[in-house]
T-cell receptor, first 113, second 113 residues
Framework: GQQLNQSPQSMFIQEGEDVSMNCTSS?????WLWYKQDPGEGPVLLIA?????ELTSNGRLTAQFGITRKDSFLNISASIPSDVGIYFC?????????????FGKGTKLSVKP | GAGVSQSPRYKVTKRGQDVALRCDPI?????LYWYRQALGQGPEFLTY????????KSGLPNDRFSAERPEGSISTLTIQRTEQRDSAMYRC???????????FGPGTRLTVL
């Protein structure tokens, strides 16, 4: 199935460092979502973006909806051990014939304590 | 309920058997989605419902897969004559207007022997 290009695939960082990951698509979306998935759990919604150019924060997380509507990035500031997990971007076109999310393959984040 | 629930959490079956996976969405949510997630991948869309109407089933891999949501609440994903390649995590999500953010359940891990 169709998937977004998400990078990096994995990263190891020192606790306290900032993290950045991004997602690109060949097609436009009117909504971008970022999820975090812990082992054995379902994806948990972190941030939702609804407008091109929008910059939204949720605590130490900041995400932006690219102006072309084909990309998005997620930043995590001052990472801590509990940030470990897999982060997925997802694109969505609400109101069209499609109701489904298109997911990236995920960025696996590991933090060295 | 407080969140999306799925049952069973784990299902092991023999090849050729039929299985039924259940999803109980967040109470009052209009839309319900089924996804399949392989190890190391993001979820891939199978089908979705608005109320009891199946809006899109383009992601169902073949005619052994079917889904229903007869009363617009609980949904069942049925896989007939299971094959080993059907082994995966099956995830359900639900959403409602205005934002239509999708909230995921914990998933059902299906193993076909």
């Amino acid at each position: 199935g169709q998937q977004l290009n998400q990078s990096p695939q994995s990263m190891f960082i020192q606790e306290g460092e900032d993290v950045s990951m991004n997602c690109t698509s060949s097609s436009i979306f009117n909504t971008w979502l970022w999820y975090k998935q812990d082992p054995g759990e379902g994806p948990v919604l972190l941030i939702a973006l609804y407008k091109a150019g929008e910059l939204t924060s949720n605590g130490r997380l900041t995400a932006q909806f690219g102006i072309t509507r084909k990309d998005s990035f997620l930043n995590i500031s001052a990472s801590i051990p509990s940030d470990v997990g897999i982060y997925f971007c997802a694109g969505f076109n609400y109101g069209g014939s499609q109701g489904n999310l298109i997911f990236g393959k995920g960025t696996k984040l590991s933090v060295k304590p | 309920g407080a969140g999306v629930s799925q049952s069973p959490r784990y299902k092991v079956t023999k090849r050729g058997q039929d299985v039924a996976l259940r999803c109980d969405p967040i109470s009052g949510h209009v839309s319900l989605y089924w996804y399949r997630q392989a190890l190391g991948q993001g979820p891939e869309f199978l089908t979705y419902f608005n109320y009891e109407a199946q809006q899109d089933k383009s992601g169902l891999p073949n005619d052994r897969f079917s889904a229903e949501r007869p009363e617009g609440s609980i949904s069942t994903l049925t896989i007939q004559r299971t094959e080993q390649r059907d082994s995966a995590m099956y995830r359900c999500a639900s959403s409602s207007p205005p934002n239509n953010e999708q909230f995921f359940g914990p998933g059902t891990r299906l193993t076909v022997l």
